[in-house]
Structures are given as structure tokens and as C-alpha cells.
């Protein structure tokens, strides 16, 4: 069955960094678009960064572009969000996801989820 595993998640300071990976199982994953999306308390779960089936073409929320690199080894399976100046609002669980056609923003595109990590910025 399909799996998505998060982890890299954690404590960190303002301005500090992050790599959070998400290894994937149960499915071809080189045939596949693969995203990043949060979560923060009483929040929707928004869109932070998505990328095609390669790897060529990626996609950033305005509010992590530039700060945030998402990366995939289609080799390994896997793919990760490289966080850097990572801010208190980037506090959130992390979840990565699958789409299931274009690599868009919405959450509607993807069939399956990770668990997700909690990533905590502090002040």
C-alpha cells in the first residue's frame, strides 16, 4: 500500500535550518508530482512547495520562496524540504503528499498524505 513517511522535523531557532524528508513507498514514485504542505494550530493546511515527477519544474508558496527548497531522489524514493531562515511563523506539521495529476497548490490534488513532522520555531 502506499506509504509516506515524514521525518527531519523538530526544535530550532529564528533563522536557523531545517531538512525534512519524506520517503515513499507502495507506488512508482518517479511517476508521480510530489508536494509539501503545513499545518499550523487552528489553521487550514496550506501549500509550501511542490515539484514534478523529475524533479525539473518546482512550485513555491510567496511565503517560502527563496527561503525554502524542496528535492527529490527518485532513486531513493524520497523527498525532502530543505528550510533555511526559518521564521516563528513557519511553526507548523509538516506533511508531504502525492498528487494525484498536476503539482498544484491545492490541497484537492493530492490522494495521499504523510503523518507529518512538527517543525517548532522559537523566539
Known amino acids: 500500500q502506499v506509504q509516506l513517511v515524514e521525518s527531519g522535523g523538530g526544535l530550532v531557532q529564528v533563522g536557523g535550518s531545517l531538512r525534512l524528508s519524506c520517503a515513499a513507498s507502495g507506488f512508482t514514485f518517479s511517476s508521480y508530482h510530489m508536494g509539501w504542505f503545513r499545518q499550523a494550530p487552528g489553521n487550514e493546511r496550506e501549500f509550501v512547495a511542490s515539484?514534478?515527477?523529475?524533479?525539473?519544474?518546482?512550485f513555491y508558496a510567496d511565503s517560502v520562496r527563496g527561503r525554502f527548497t524542496i528535492a527529490r531522489d527518485n532513486a531513493k524514493n524520497t523527498v525532502s524540504l530543505q528550510m533555511s531562515s526559518l521564521k516563528p511563523e513557519d511553526t507548523a506539521v509538516y506533511y508531504c503528499?502525492?498528487?494525484?495529476?498536476?503539482?498544484?497548490?491545492?490541497?484537492?490534488?493530492?490522494?495521499?498524505w504523510g503523518q507529518g513532522t512538527q517543525v517548532t520555531v522559537s523566539s
Open positions: 503528499a502525492r498528487s494525484k495529476g498536476l503539482p498544484t497548490r491545492s490541497r484537492d490534488s493530492y490522494d495521499y
Open positions: 515539484c514534478t515527477w523529475s524533479g525539473g519544474a518546482a
